[in-house]
């Protein structure tokens, strides 16, 4: 399994930052057909083949991803990307 970690700077506070990602996350989680549990510090998404946890503070968002081999090599550029792209997004 491949893990990754990205790190999303915001300056929203940790609360409105928070709240911003959860609707991105639930987006996500049903695309990719994945169950998403809450955590003191931020959310924790699994599904087959997939384990991500996000951490929410004042300052950044950090998303770590692990993925299985072959979703990694079938999916890992495109989940890469349309993180890339939602999570600023989202923060914006």
């Known amino acids: 399994m491949g893990k990754k ?3 999303y700077p915001h300056a929203l506070g940790r ?3 928070l709240k911003r990602a959860l609707p991105m996350a639930d987006n996500l989680a049903r695309k ?3 169950k998403r549990e809450d955590t003191p ?3 924790h998404m699994t599904g ?3 384990e991500t946890w996000v951490v929410v503070t ?3 968002i950090e998303v770590t991803m692990e993925l299985s081999f072959l979703i990694e090599k079938l999916a890992g550029a ?3 990307s349309e993180l890339n792209y939602k999570v600023p997004k989202a923060l914006a």
Do not use: L, N, P, V
Request: proline fraction near 0%.
């Open 5 to 7: 970690t990205y790190r």
């Open 15 to 17: 609360d409105e930052a």
């Open 32 to 34: 990719y057909m994945m």
């Open 41 to 43: 510090e931020g959310f």
């Open 48 to 50: 087959k083949g997939a």
């Open 58 to 60: 004042d300052e950044a």
């Open 78 to 80: 495109q989940i890469e």
